[in-house]
């Protein structure tokens, strides 16, 4: 039962059930030594469930306001260590680099062809030559002054090179594949798809450094995700210089050389920048795929990171609040072992118990994140920056950085998730939550039924035109495709150009089974269970945190409370007041209904006696601030059958009012009757006229009175 605005206002004896409950706690907590020991630290650490737990309503209200207010803290906490980590300037850092190396004309002969719209050697080779080494290397300011040794180096004029580029081969064997013998008079040699147990680690073309295998922990590199396969670490490498020209002259050696031929499958291409201006580093990787089936796929990564967080007076800031930010963490985690020892078993059936602990366990990885990565920059920065004209990985610095920024998003969305736990007390906040949670066997159902369906169509779709459409090109991307025809984003265009009959037939039957079958099943599913949980809960009791505050500023500034259930008042005053502290409309009408006549004033018992009734009534009924589920059927058939019994005893009421106002003019009609025979026969004794005019008279009243 959810405690009332203000529980000094209403004197109510404890229910002898719920009396006893209490006692029984209380002989546990004297017998059990944990329980005494917690019941010290619980000044310090107390929640809406342990209040529960011990049965003080009194304090529910407190209890509530107090824990969202120190949850909102931590909230604003979190969001501030956030986005000091992150900010709007690591967004135009990449996309000016990412603009600078990928959307640039590969060269003056090819203008129209970038880093992106690369599909041959040639015109990678061409990219190499040209766009790569004038991007890299900006020696000559924009008025024609060359800039001295101790200016070169940096990007736009502003953005520092840590190291040297470097320029990384990942080849597969002749072993990697074999010729068909109907074919080996045609085909000599063929070179299979990359698999790092086919890749090649021996020797070719010329000897030399960049014709040399070099293993994964030689070079420290990490193995890399490409868009055709996982490519290992190792390579055969080339590193370029701190200028153009000598960059220049090593990549024309590498291409006279043939380092790149039909057994290459990937190049990298490695380089670091950093901008003092914004603090900011940026790792970028640019990669060109050479598929067993011929032609380049190009893609980028622009991996922008704070490395150095704690310089300037913002770091210092930065510093307090990560140490804030542990000391919430350690009292959460003393909050959770309370809960845990106090509640035992009951600790685990309750959702939100759940998402405590995800928070806590996000937010742990986060501390361990942060010192981790703190002492590996601190053990290698600057050891990398040592030789500037050796190539610097800053690869696994940004790696670290970027599990510790994906942690805090995590945190930062699981935290504000967690904010339905203290706005839930509210009937209308809790309508989300407990719909959901209602209807989760049915949705699960559903799920099966739909993901069938689903499941069927994207392979099919994958089957039929994967070798010709893009959005089906995998079975992957086929479904990922399926689920954007959901939302509105499809190319039926592309669907008709690879099929032009089966294209049509199949989006035709995928919109009718899914948008027109399964989609309305979901929605009615879901609006079916809506219906239950808002008639529960408007049969529900209501925390009104705007009501105990308002009681608290009127204690707090000698403000005498109207709401005086120690004196007689009127039924009206009284149902407004019984409204305000968190009943049911519907049951205060009915017991108002009961005890209350033409608004007449009500004494001091009659209001404990109506108390009561209305305490009886509202125990059965769905709290909002407990078990979050909907009641049982035989708890919500005995409610309905309560319910109907007030409503049969009303009706009845009615129906005997109306039975009595019939008898009474059926007497009445029985009377005039009786008056108009004695008219009728005086008529016939004397003085028609004025027999006739009481008659006339009798009969038109008569006639009213029927209808």
């Not at 000897?207 to 922990?217: A, E, I, L, R």
């Not at 701190?242 to 190049?267: C, E, F, H, M």
């Not at 696994?396 to 599990?403: G, I, K, N, P, S």
């Not at 109907?644 to 009421?653: T, Y």
């Amino acid at each position: 039962m959810a405690a009332k605005t203000d529980p000094q206002e209403v004197n109510l004896d404890i229910d002898p059930v719920r009396k006893s409950n209490l006692e029984e706690d209380q002989d546990t907590a004297d017998k059990d030594p944990k329980s005494r020991d917690c019941g010290k630290f619980r000044a310090f650490w107390t929640t809406r469930e342990l209040e529960k737990h011990d049965g003080d309503e009194n304090q529910l209200n407190k209890t509530t306001f107090i824990e969202l207010l120190i949850y909102c803290v931590f909230l604003s906490l979190v969001c501030f260590v956030v986005f000091f980590t992150i900010t709007s300037d690591a967004y135009h850092f990449t996309n000016v680099l990412s603009r600078l190396f990928t959307d640039s004309p590969i060269s003056p002969n090819y203008t129209e062809i970038t880093f992106r719209t690369i599909t041959s050697q040639k015109e990678y080779w061409e990219f190499l030559k040209y766009s790569l080494i004038k991007n890299l290397f900006w020696e000559i300011r924009a008025d024609g002054r060359v800039l001295t040794d101790a200016e070169v180096g940096y990007v736009l004029y502003e953005n520092k090179l840590q190291g040297i580029p470097r320029l990384r081969q990942v080849r597969v064997s002749k072993a990697s594949c074999k010729v068909l013998e109907d074919f080996k008079k045609i085909v000599q040699t063929c070179y299979g798809p990359y698999d790092v147990s086919f890749e090649d680690k021996e020797p070719y073309g010329e000897q030399g450094v960049s014709f040399t295998y070099m293993s994964s922990d030689a070079l420290d590199e990490a193995s890399y995700r490409g868009i055709i396969s996982r490519y290992g670490g190792g390579g055969y490498v080339h590193d370029l210089a701190l200028k153009s020209q000598p960059s220049l002259d090593r990549i024309n050696l590498l291409y006279l050389g043939n380092w790149i031929d039909r057994g290459t499958r990937a190049v990298f291409i490695d380089f670091t920048i950093y901008n003092a201006n914004v603090n900011l580093f940026c790792v970028v990787k640019l990669v060109a795929e050479f598929p067993a089936t011929g032609g380049v796929i190009t893609s980028s990564e622009f991996c922008t990171v704070k490395l150095l967080r704690y310089v300037k007076k913002e770091g210092k800031i930065i510093r307090i609040l990560e140490i804030i930010f542990c000391v919430f963490i350690f009292y959460y985690i003393i909050e959770e072992l309370i809960e845990i020892i106090v509640l035992k078993s009951k600790y685990f059936k309750l959702f939100w118990n759940y998402v405590d602990l995800a928070v806590i366990a996000t937010a742990s990885c986060c501390v361990a994140f942060n010192l981790y990565r703190t002492h590996v920059v601190d053990s290698k920065l600057s050891g990398l920056l040592k030789d500037p004209e050796w190539y610097s990985s800053f690869a696994f610095l940004a790696y670290w950085q970027v599990l510790f920024n994906t942690a805090l998003a995590f945190l930062v969305f699981i935290v504000w998730v967690k904010l339905f736990k203290y706005l839930s007390f509210n009937k209308t906040m809790a309508q989300l939550s407990v719909t959901l949670s209602s209807c989760a066997s049915d949705l699960f159902g559903f799920a099966v039924m739909f993901f069938v369906i689903f499941l069927a169509f994207a392979q099919l779709g994958f089957l039929l035109f994967g070798t010709q459409a893009k959005d089906f090109s995998t079975f992957a991307e086929s479904i990922f495709t399926l689920f954007r025809v959901i939302l509105g984003d499809f190319n039926y265009s592309e669907l008709q150009e690879a099929n032009s009959v089966l294209g049509p037939v199949y989006f035709i039957l995928y919109v009718f089974f899914i948008f027109f079958i399964l989609i309305n099943m979901f929605l009615a599913i879901i609006n079916d269970t809506y219906s239950g949980v808002k008639f529960d809960l408007a049969n529900s009791r209501d925390l009104h945190l705007a009501g105990y505050l308002k009681q608290k500023l009127k204690d707090l500034f000698g403000i005498k409370s109207g709401k005086d259930p120690q004196k007689p008042k009127e039924c009206n005053k009284w149902e407004v007041d019984m409204v305000d502290y968190g009943y049911a409309k519907e049951h205060v009408a009915i017991v108002s209904e009961k005890y209350c006549k033409n608004n007449e004033i009500l004494s001091v018992e009659m209001q404990q006696q109506m108390m009561q009734d209305l305490e009886e009534m509202s125990k059965g009924y769905f709290d909002v601030n407990e078990s979050r589920q909907v009641l049982p059927v035989e708890v919500r058939m005995e409610n309905m059958q309560q319910n109907f019994s007030s409503l049969v005893n009303r009706i009845d009421d009615i129906v005997a009012r109306f039975k009595k106002s019939e008898i009474q003019k059926l007497q009445r009609i029985a009377a005039m009757s009786k008056l108009l025979d004695s008219i009728v026969e005086a008529q016939n004794s004397s003085d028609d006229r004025k027999a006739k005019q009481i008659e006339a008279m009798v009969r038109q009243e008569l006639e009213k009175m029927r209808t």
